[in-house]
Nanobody, 124 residues
């Protein structure tokens, strides 16, 4: 089993920045990739960015590519999401997810491991 724990959410003004972190523990050797998803109230989870375990490959949703950066901290089994120039989208929960698939996929059902989520609210 793999456990994922997110941190770093909060309230920020539009145009500001936040850094989210996701730390993996347990059988991390089974993971191929980790990703971040965002879920607004009443909506489905949407792919934000993903990175393979070694940090060699990344994938971003087009609308986030210029503002977000996903990276890894190998020593800490942690993946980070740096979010800059945040837009006033209202509240949302960011989830960290882990996948054993051989590619960085954007579909939530392809991820077998999920964190509890961290709330991010961007005010106007």
């Amino acid at each position: 089993q793999v456990q994922l724990v997110e941190s770093g959410g909060g309230l920020v003004q539009a145009g500001g920045s936040l850094r989210l972190s996701c730390t993996a523990s347990g059988r991390t050797s089974s993971l191929y990739a980790m990703a971040w998803f965002r879920q607004a109230p009443g909506k489905e989870r949407e792919f934000v960015a993903g990175i393979d375990w070694n940090g060699q490959n990344t994938n971003y949703w087009d609308s986030m590519k210029a503002r977000f950066t996903i990276s890894r901290d190998k020593a800490k089994n942690t993946k980070n999401l740096q979010m800059n120039n945040l837009k006033p989208e209202g509240p949302g929960v960011y989830y960290c997810a882990g996948s054993t698939a051989g590619v960085i996929v954007v579909n939530p059902p392809r991820y077998g491991y999920w964190g509890q989520g961290t709330q991010v609210t961007v005010s106007s």
